[in-house]
């Protein structure tokens, strides 16, 4: 693809950026860390959880620095980007804490700094800035777009939608888009009707019961302040392959919202935010993808390959050419570990690790080391047997949020009960044995699924001793060790 002037002026703005920020780096070392994951993968408690274990001196014993007393004191510092929101995290940590509840929904970027003083493996004392970025992972899916025209997006969003089990969820759009003649005058209504019942079909995919990840563009689904606007009004189209678009038509004016959707929102994310990350956590709820049903873990893999395909080198693409310097460590997490029994804990990592696997060998990944960790940010449950006749079952104690229904029985959000979560399949290739492979709730009943993870209430937290009641976890520290470990030396 031979780049044109705005890749070239794109291309000079970031390296003058990444000059900058390396000058900064140079007095003063910062890790900038990315932290996303689709919507409700867990973004928000992750970094709560994070910041609160580092600063108060969490129990972290893989996390080397701080279990070995290196680590002296790690503070807040002032928000260092003007035009990005800070990270609310005292608000997050009343709400887990105080009033044992999870944080609400946070549909922008946010961003937090941490300041980290410790005592390097030489004796001498140092700081490392650590600049935590929270950011819908639905943004990052859309950095594909960029290398896309309008006819491959077109062709392969109709190609997915016909595929089940979104095909049964895309009747009344595709009904729509029968109607439209790309060459037809441009028409604003037709277009308007065209991106509403586009978006109607969108949201039903991602709806608990079906799943699906792979949902661009991510804007339709949180279109923030600009909803409503031209850039957000388009959908794809039925289009000839191989045919022209004719000035003034429809297709005309679809292609022209999409490339302007490219530049008010995914150009303005990869320069202002993508491209300056040093490190990458991805979260990712694959127990959600276990409840909808194997169609949502091939989905999730498609994700993940998309996801994986930003970080790839070695084609001439834009994207290509200046990623390459900046992110070199990337952490899949699955999180809410803390639904299973920790006998499952290692099954739940093999799981993604496949997952992870599958999606790079379809993208081409290099430059950056990749981990794989199953881990709960904030642990919710403990664990116990529970004798059942003659048989003890491996259970989980928790506190079923308000509503949540098990067995015919619906919890009052105050009960702690003792619930078998089932066991993740020891051999993982049986989760990838097709579409039957297992029962989910996109194919059948509720009492009929497979599987089925109750959501917990984050735990009462017990005192110890005269320090502060820190937040149980599981793994939150070997992910720490991964992303930032090495810095800490
Ligand atoms: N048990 C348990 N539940 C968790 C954990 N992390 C997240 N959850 C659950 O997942 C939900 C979503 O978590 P958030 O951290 O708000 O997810 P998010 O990715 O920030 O979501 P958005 O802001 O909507 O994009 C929470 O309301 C909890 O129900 C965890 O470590 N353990
Ligand atoms: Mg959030």
Not at 77 to 103: C, G, K
Not at 433 to 439: E, K, L
Request: charged share 25%; aromatic share 8%.
């Amino acid at each position: 693809m031979a780049a044109s002037f705005s890749d070239i002026f794109e291309g000079a703005r970031l390296s003058a950026r990444a000059l900058l920020d390396y000058g900064e780096n140079f007095f003063n070392p910062t890790i900038r860390l990315g932290v996303t994951g689709l919507s409700r993968a867990g973004k928000t408690v992750f970094i709560t959880a994070l910041v609160h274990g580092l600063s108060r001196g969490g129990r972290f014993p893989v996390f080397e620095s701080l279990a070995s007393g290196r680590i002296a004191r790690a503070q807040l510092a002032p928000q260092p980007d003007d035009a990005v929101p800070r990270f609310s995290y005292e608000h997050h940590v009343n709400t887990l804490i105080t009033e044992r509840r999870w944080p609400s929904s946070t549909v922008d970027i946010s961003e937090l700094r941490l300041v980290i003083g410790y005592q390097r493996q030489n004796g001498l004392d140092q700081t490392l800035t650590l600049d935590i970025v929270d950011y819908p992972g639905e943004w990052l899916l859309d950095l594909p777009l960029l290398d896309k025209s309008y006819e491959q997006w077109s062709a392969e969003s109709l190609a997915l939608s016909r595929q089940q089990p979104r095909a049964r969820l895309a009747h009344a759009w595709h009904d729509h888009l029968a109607t439209l003649r790309p060459s037809a005058r441009e028409d604003e209504q037709a277009t308007l009707a065209a991106a509403r019942l586009f978006t109607d079909y969108l949201r039903a995919c991602r709806d608990e019961r079906f799943a699906m990840s792979l949902l661009p563009p991510g804007r339709f689904l949180m279109p923030g302040n600009l909803a409503g606007s031209p850039a957000l009004t388009f959908a794809p189209l039925d289009l000839p392959s191989g045919g022209i678009p004719i000035d003034g038509s429809l297709w005309t004016m679809m292609r022209r919202r999409y490339e302007a959707y490219k530049d008010l929102v995914v150009r303005p994310f990869f320069r202002d935010h993508f491209s300056r990350l040093d490190r990458q956590i991805v979260l990712v709820d694959t127990l959600a993808a276990f409840n909808s049903g194997p169609e949502a873990l091939y989905d999730l893999e498609a994700a993940l390959a998309g996801i994986l395909d930003c970080y790839r080198v070695g084609r001439s693409t834009l994207l290509s050419t200046l990623l390459r310097p900046r992110i070199d460590r990337i952490l899949f997490a699955a999180t809410k570990a803390d639904h299973l029994h920790h006998t499952s804990h290692d099954r739940l990592e093999a799981i993604l690790r496949r997952i992870v696997e599958r999606a790079a060998s379809r993208a081409e990944v290099a430059g950056a080391a990749i981990d794989v960790v199953a881990l709960a940010a904030v642990r919710a449950t403990r664990e116990a047997q529970v004798r059942c006749g003659r048989e003890k079952l491996p259970s989980i104690l928790g506190t079923p949020l308000a509503g949540e229904a098990a067995n015919g029985e619906t919890f009052d959000g105050n009960t702690e009960v003792a619930t078998f979560p089932g066991d993740l399949p020891e051999d993982v290739k049986e989760l990838f044995s097709g579409n039957g492979a297992f029962r989910g709730l996109s194919t059948s009943a509720m009492d009929q699924a497979d599987f089925r993870f109750l959501r917990f209430r984050p735990p009462r937290l017990q005192n110890e001793g005269t320090g502060e009641p820190s937040l149980p976890h599981i793994r939150l520290d070997r992910a720490l060790q991964f992303l930032i470990g090495d810095r800490l030396q």
